[in-house]
């Protein structure tokens, strides 16, 4: 589907809320929003609410309920891991497209726009590719013509069917890292340098004129200290202001939004900010993985509700902020949470010292959490003059 069906989709849903917002309940007939699904909810102010998911759950014939809350419940949908390089390109020269085209195909049948993930990582990458850096058989002149061949070809064969690309991904260090001062890091700097950013934002507009390309990153939800040597939200500020001033075709910013209740974290002020200064670029913005994690005490894990309780309250109240902003803001395109059930979440595998968990919106039983109808609520309470229909940009050249 064309981007231009795509966002004929959305005008529809807009259209088709917005006329049942205006028809007046009646007892034989009440109109009841909360029975609404986010996706739809979300469309009534032009935002798409999105999920990661697992192709690995998707095809599961055992947990058909994943598939029936992906397909309704969500307007986007984001490949969690089938369009990574290594899960395309396992073998030199062999693509994968299976899984990959079978989310693009899951989400025209089910009438939702395509997030696509990611083009430049430096995680989870070939082991051939790396292997070959390492060694020295594959120097860093063809390194930079992989590169472009790889975001040739995977943008042009989902060209029209994307509506955002995460081009670059999590380039910027992190104040703890060594050494403390901010810096692009990872794999792609070490053996390019930062110029690989620009490179391949204009590789992916060579292939997809039409589709909006994205840096994407963690930390960056609100400002801190404003100082870019130790502030990664201004650095990363800084760079998108800096490329496009070189006439980088930059689109949009997303902010991941992966937080953790034992953290402070920011008000919906703080988050609002910072996307409305992002938005003083001329980009989008939007929350591209967005799940509240609490850590899994042994009072959680037997089931203590005294602990488990101020966990649930805190996970809602931080999905409410970043969804509270993104509403605000006419830039904020797109909400997407980094899978919606914790029986299919990341953050245990992951998070295990100490362990992690309670991180997503739907229980393991797929029963909505506190945190989705504090999103629900969200959508259905807000409206103008504050919250009014979003502003996307045309891609830029």
């Given at each position: 589907?064309?981007?231009?069906?795509?966002?004929?989709?959305?005008?529809?849903?807009?259209?088709?809320?917005?006329?049942?917002?205006?028809?007046?309940?009646?007892?034989?007939?009440?109109?009841?929003?909360?029975?609404?699904?986010?996706?739809?909810?979300?469309?009534?102010?032009?935002?798409?609410?999105?999920?990661?998911?697992?192709?690995?759950?998707?095809?599961d014939a055992?947990?058909?309920?994943?598939?029936?809350?992906?397909?309704?419940?969500?307007?986007?949908?984001?490949?969690?891991?089938?369009?990574?390089?290594?899960?395309?390109?396992?073998?030199?020269?062999?693509?994968?497209?299976?899984?990959?085209?079978?989310?693009?195909?899951?989400?025209?049948?089910?009438?939702?726009?395509?997030?696509?993930?990611?083009?430049?990582?430096?995680?989870?990458?070939?082991?051939?590719?790396?292997?070959?850096?390492?060694?020295?058989?594959?120097?860093?002149?063809?390194?930079?013509?992989?590169?472009?061949?790889?975001?040739?070809?995977?943008?042009?064969?989902?060209?029209?069917?994307?509506?955002?690309?995460?081009?670059?991904?999590?380039?910027?260090?992190?104040?703890?890292?060594?050494?403390?001062?901010?810096?692009?890091?990872?794999?792609?700097?070490?053996?390019?340098?930062?110029?690989?950013?620009?490179?391949?934002?204009?590789?992916?507009?060579?292939?997809?004129?039409?589709?909006?390309?994205?840096?994407?990153?963690?930390?960056?939800?609100?400002?801190?200290?404003?100082?870019?040597?130790?502030?990664?939200?201004?650095?990363?500020?800084?760079?998108?202001?800096?490329?496009?001033?070189?006439?980088?075709?930059?689109?949009?910013?997303?902010?991941?939004?992966?937080?953790?209740?034992?953290?402070?974290?920011?008000?919906?002020?703080?988050?609002?900010?910072?996307?409305?200064?992002?938005?003083?670029?001329?980009?989008?913005?939007?929350?591209?993985?967005?799940?509240?994690?609490?850590?899994?005490?042994?009072g959680v894990?037997?089931?203590?509700?005294?602990?488990?309780?101020?966990?649930?309250?805190?996970?809602?109240?931080?999905?409410?902020?970043?969804?509270?902003?993104?509403?605000?803001?006419?830039?904020?395109?797109?909400?997407?949470?980094?899978?919606?059930?914790?029986?299919?979440?990341?953050?245990?595998?992951?998070?295990?010292?100490?362990?992690?968990?309670?991180?997503?919106?739907?229980?393991?039983?797929?029963?909505?959490?506190?945190?989705?109808?504090?999103?629900?609520?969200?959508?259905?309470?807000?409206?103008?003059?504050?919250?009014?229909p979003r502003?996307?940009?045309?891609?830029?050249?």
């Open positions: 589907m064309k981007l231009r069906q795509w966002t004929t989709v959305g005008v529809v849903a807009v259209a088709t809320i917005a006329a049942l917002n205006t028809v007046p309940a009646t007892a034989s007939r009440p109109y009841d929003p909360t029975a609404q699904s986010l996706a739809t909810l979300g469309l009534r102010h032009g935002l798409h609410v999105g999920t990661a998911v697992s192709i690995d759950a998707l095809n055992s947990d058909p309920q994943y598939r029936t809350l992906a397909s309704s419940e969500f307007s986007s949908v984001t490949a969690e891991n089938a369009m990574k390089w290594e899960s395309l390109e396992p073998t030199r020269g062999t693509y994968n497209w299976a899984p990959a085209d079978q989310l693009v195909d899951f989400a025209k049948r089910n009438r939702q726009s395509v997030r696509g993930h990611v083009l430049v990582w430096h995680n989870q990458l070939p082991g051939w590719l790396t292997s070959g850096v390492a060694d020295g058989s594959i120097s860093k002149q063809e390194l930079r013509e992989l590169l472009r061949k790889h975001i040739t070809t995977v943008v042009k064969r989902y060209q029209g069917k994307i509506w955002q690309w995460d081009v670059v991904n999590e380039a910027v260090s992190d104040p703890w890292d060594t050494p403390s001062t901010l810096h692009y890091k990872g794999f792609w700097a070490q053996n390019l340098g930062p110029g690989y950013i620009a490179d391949a934002f204009r590789w992916a507009r060579a292939a997809d004129p039409k589709a909006l390309l994205f840096y994407n990153d963690y930390n960056i939800e609100a400002f801190g200290s404003g100082n870019p040597a130790d502030d990664k939200t201004q650095f990363v500020y800084d760079m998108t202001k800096g490329l496009r001033a070189q006439g980088v075709p930059i689109d949009g910013v997303g902010s991941q939004g992966h937080l953790g209740t034992q953290y402070g974290n920011f008000d919906t002020l703080q988050v609002t900010a910072a996307l409305k200064k992002f938005s003083g670029l001329g980009v989008a913005t939007a929350f591209t993985e967005v799940d509240v994690r609490s850590q899994m005490t042994a894990q037997a089931g203590n509700s005294e602990e488990i309780n101020p966990r649930l309250q805190a996970s809602a109240a931080n999905f409410s902020v970043l969804m509270k902003a993104c509403l605000a803001v006419r830039s904020c395109l797109s909400y997407t949470v980094w899978g919606f059930s914790d029986r299919h979440s990341w953050v245990p595998g992951w998070f295990d010292d100490p362990p992690e968990g309670l991180a997503t919106i739907y229980d393991e039983n797929y029963q909505p959490k506190r945190a989705y109808q504090e999103l629900k609520s969200d959508l259905i309470f807000a409206g103008p003059p504050y919250v009014l502003l996307a940009p045309k891609p830029r050249r």
